[in-house]
């Protein structure tokens, strides 16, 4: 990734940011590269940095000339206190050693590992795709049913579909042709 990747990311955001309603909520999913740039170009528009989830996944061929980057960064953002938030969004996980007292199961931590297959029938064929169970909690979380989610970097619609499946109305757009025709099939527009 370079400068000009850069660029392209954070001239994205803020193209979008001055749309966002005043108790809206930026997620954004960048590697590591990115991550020092966006969260300080999101502070000098005025947006909160509220933490992030790692996203660890294990496809992909991990450098060796260095330690191995298999994550992304999920950067979250808000411009309000009055965003909103469903904690019951935050996926579940087993727990490791039931105790008394506690369920089988617990809320996810900040590291989720989900690694999507190549063969898996979510895949649509568009590489860097997001699996749904790693957007979904975000749409379900800080969007009520009705309310709009945007996707300016959709690729493959993941985000989009997200947002049908929970009922929310999305706008979802990519400057690469392919995407969208990629999106437009997956989401049935047109």
Not at 65 to 78: C, K, M, Y
Not at 126 to 131: C, D, E, F, G, H
Request: one cysteine or more; proline letters at 6%.
């Amino acid at each position: 990734m370079d400068v000009a990747d850069t660029g392209y990311v954070l001239d994205g955001l803020r193209a979008w940011l001055p749309a966002m309603a005043c108790d809206g909520v930026v997620v954004v999913c960048v590697d590591y590269r990115l991550t020092a740039d966006v969260v300080m170009a999101m502070r000098g528009e005025g947006w909160e940095y509220m933490g992030e989830i790692i996203w660890e996944f294990g496809l992909g061929r991990p450098r060796t000339s260095w330690w191995p980057v298999r994550h992304n960064n999920l950067l979250t953002f808000r411009k309000s206190s009055s965003a909103p938030f469903d904690a019951s969004a935050i996926p579940r996980v087993k727990r490791l050693a039931p105790g008394k007292g506690y369920g089988d199961d617990r809320p996810a931590g900040s590291v989720w590992w989900h690694t999507m297959s190549n063969t898996d029938p979510e895949r649509v064929g568009r590489a860097n795709q997001k699996p749904l169970s790693i957007v979904t909690p975000f749409v379900e979380a800080h969007s009520e049913v009705g309310g709009l989610i945007v996707d300016p970097f959709a690729g493959s619609g993941t985000v989009g579909a997200a947002a049908l499946a929970l009922g929310r109305r999305w706008v979802c757009c990519d400057s690469d042709p392919l995407a969208v025709a990629c999106m437009e099939e997956r989401l049935g527009v047109w």
